[in-house]
């Protein structure tokens, strides 16, 4: 029999019992949705820690200073002065190999003012490699570029609450801000990001060039960069820890420390940690996306039950069927597809009900809705094999009556 | 030799009990034959049917169906001789309901593979042979019992089988009607078609050139005899309408 007559027989008996068949969707309409909701509501919300994290910058390693020790008493991290800024032009230099971008940035609190108002936030000294290791562009106006840091002309880029508390929401570009009594020409506006991972308002923020930063705010002591760090951005999340391991014996060589020396300096690992939250919304959306496939194993049952009734209710169908010429395989596909109509058709429905609650959980925890096509094309493939997997039971007992018992069966 | 039986046995396991349906059975019947198969219930003559319909197969004997032994198939190899060599016609009809008359007849063909629109061709030219070609899209139940019979028939001519097995075909139709699809039947049988008739009616056996009789699993008489003629087989439709669709 063709393909084409065999899905008009399955839609014709499913049309016959309309509110059982739709009855029977259900609950793989529910399934599949599920199924679909949790993928796509598990990607937004990894993309959604994704985001917060790439904020900060991508797969970042961030270089301090270890605790000074003087008579017993530690000072705290960032306290030692070990790193120096010949370890800066070493890993700027590309000594470690998987290195992307290195900056140095180097932070301290001051009070700022324009216009007559003033605001106490950080104010970053840097060079332009640290807008590319936090993925960060200029809403308005321009960064400042390599030739820039270099001169260290007093520019400033501000971020988006500092253009709040001081300009009142009013274009800022070319005007002056005076950061610790020097004036600063602000030329950009940094893109929000909002909030850091750690709460912080990433907005609140001047950037000026390094050059100017030493000179203007502070010079440091020496060679040792005080009140500062290195910013270094690995090429992939596979060179995270190897690159760990080469900056740390870098630094170790130029500290000259002997192999029983602690390390005088500290590597933060921000990407470990995001990796670390991105594993645990996995691992939410896994139990989810189970329990969601338990839900739909749920609807597949109840197809099944559905088609062991009609198989009964229809034995002497069956058996009129036999007797005219169908062999076994015939009715057992006759079955099947019933089966997997009901599986795709509550599948589809399921897709657009799965999408549905996608969207609703997107907009009300605020993630992206991301529904891509290869979501649409598993939930087919699932409804599918559910389908012939429950349908091929009562498929199988079909295509075994036998049609002398078949054609004597009274309903 | 379009049926050939040779010692054909038929044993049921019923519990504790052997049930010997069929004890030894020869028969030979002729291609265009009229033969009525006729004996008491418990006779046999429903488990000669099935084994001669390639519905059931024999425990012990040989069958050969037009030369080709047919005893030992698989299921799958007696429904593909089932729809090209037999068609069944029923007491109680079974027909599919909820189903016209035409796809009733069209069914069979769909498990022999033929194409939509030759399907309904051949359909609509068995359903004007048995002179229902205006009722085409009734259902079983908007047809009369005698019409639903006749749809029946079409249904067994439309893969033009060489037998036309036929049991107890008027058990549920009133004496008129009955006449009309004897009428029918023997119509068909002056065509070629051996059409085999099982019935415990002999008024109804009458209609059959050989008769042939079970009893307790073996054939006690087989006796040649001029057939009685139910009339022109025309196209007189049933006159009153029954209930009683199958399925």
């Known amino acids: ?411 | 030799m379009l049926v050939d039986m040779r010692g054909i046995e038929r044993t049921y396991i019923m519990g504790d009990n052997e049930v010997r349906a069929l004890r030894g059975v020869d028969l030979q019947i002729e291609k265009g034959a009229s033969l009525a198969i006729m004996g008491t219930s418990g006779s046999g003559k429903s488990t000669m049917m099935n084994i001669m319909g390639c519905l059931d197969q024999p425990t012990k004997g040989q069958y050969f169906l037009n030369g080709k032994d047919v005893s030992r198939l698989s299921r799958a190899q007696l429904a593909d001789v089932r729809g090209r060599m037999i068609g069944f016609v029923f007491q109680s009809f079974n027909l599919l309901s909820r189903t016209t008359a035409l796809e009733n007849v069209e069914m069979p063909l769909m498990y022999q593979g033929v194409p939509g629109r030759q399907r309904h061709k051949r359909a609509m030219e068995a359903l004007e042979r048995v002179g229902l070609h205006n009722r085409e899209h009734h259902h079983p139940n908007q047809l009369s019992g005698g019409q639903q019979q006749r749809v029946a028939i079409a249904r067994a001519l439309v893969c033009n089988a060489p037998i036309i097995m036929a049991d107890e075909p008027t058990g549920n139709l009133d004496t008129k009607t009955s006449h009309e699809v004897m009428a029918i039947l023997q119509g068909l049988g002056d065509q070629g078609i051996t059409v085999i008739l099982v019935t415990h009616e002999s008024d109804i056996a009458a209609h059959a050139r050989r008769v042939i009789t079970l009893r307790d699993g073996l054939i006690v008489d087989d006796k040649t005899q001029e057939p009685v003629r139910a009339g022109d087989g025309g196209a007189a439709t049933g006159a009153r309408p029954q209930e009683g669709s199958a399925a």
């Not at chain 1, 094309?377 to 699932?382: G, H």
């Open chain 1, 1 to 411: 029999m063709s393909i084409f007559t065999t899905l008009k027989l399955a839609f014709r008996a499913l049309w016959r019992n309309k509110v059982r068949s739709v009855l029977t969707m259900l609950g793989i309409i529910f399934g599949i949705g599920t199924v679909i909701a949790m993928i796509s509501a598990g990607q937004g919300a990894r993309q959604a820690v994704a985001d917060v994290f790439s904020s900060m910058g991508t797969n970042l390693l961030i270089v301090t200073n270890g605790s000074s020790q003087s008579g017993g008493a530690r000072g705290g991290a960032g306290t030692q002065m070990a790193l120096t800024w010949a370890d800066l032009e070493a890993l700027q230099n590309g000594e470690v190999p998987t290195a992307r971008y290195v900056a140095p940035v180097l932070t301290t609190k001051v009070q700022i003012a324009a216009e007559g108002q003033n605001w106490n936030t950080s104010v970053t000294g840097t060079t332009p490699e640290y807008f590319k290791i936090k993925n960060w562009d200029a809403k308005e106006g321009t960064l400042f570029d390599d030739d820039a840091a270099a001169a260290g002309p007093k520019v400033a880029v501000i971020g988006t609450t500092i253009v709040t508390q001081l300009f009142a929401g009013t274009n800022p570009i070319g005007q002056a801000i005076t950061i610790s009594g020097q004036p600063f020409e602000v030329v950009g506006v940094l893109a929000s990001k909002g909030q850091s991972a750690m709460g912080q308002d990433q907005d609140d923020v001047v950037i000026i060039p390094l050059k100017a930063y030493r000179s203007k705010l502070d010079s440091g002591v020496g060679k040792y960069i005080t009140r500062g760090q290195i910013y270094v951005s690995v090429k992939t999340e596979d060179d995270i820890s190897r690159g760990e391991q080469q900056i740390a014996a870098l630094l170790r060589q130029n500290h000259k420390l002997n192999a029983t020396d602690d390390d005088d300096f500290r590597i933060r690992n921000l990407a470990e940690l995001a990796l670390n939250r991105k594993a645990s919304t996995d691992k939410v959306t896994t139990l989810l996306a189970i329990v969601a496939m338990m839900s739909l194993v749920v609807g597949g049952i109840g197809v099944m039950n559905i088609m062991l009734v009609s198989v009964i209710e229809r034995t002497r169908e069956i058996g009129i069927r036999m007797a005219v010429g169908a062999k076994p395989i015939d009715v057992m596909t006759q079955f099947i597809v019933e089966a997997l109509v009901l599986a795709i058709v509550g599948g589809i429905l399921g897709l657009g009900f799965g999408a549905g609650l996608a969207k609703f959980m997107a907009g009300y925890y605020g993630w992206n809705f991301t529904f891509p096509a290869s979501t649409a094309a598993i939930a087919f493939a699932v409804a599918g094999g559910v389908g012939v997997v429950f349908g091929f039971y009562p498929a199988m007992r079909a295509s075994q009556l036998d049609p002398i018992q078949a054609l004597r069966y009274e309903t």
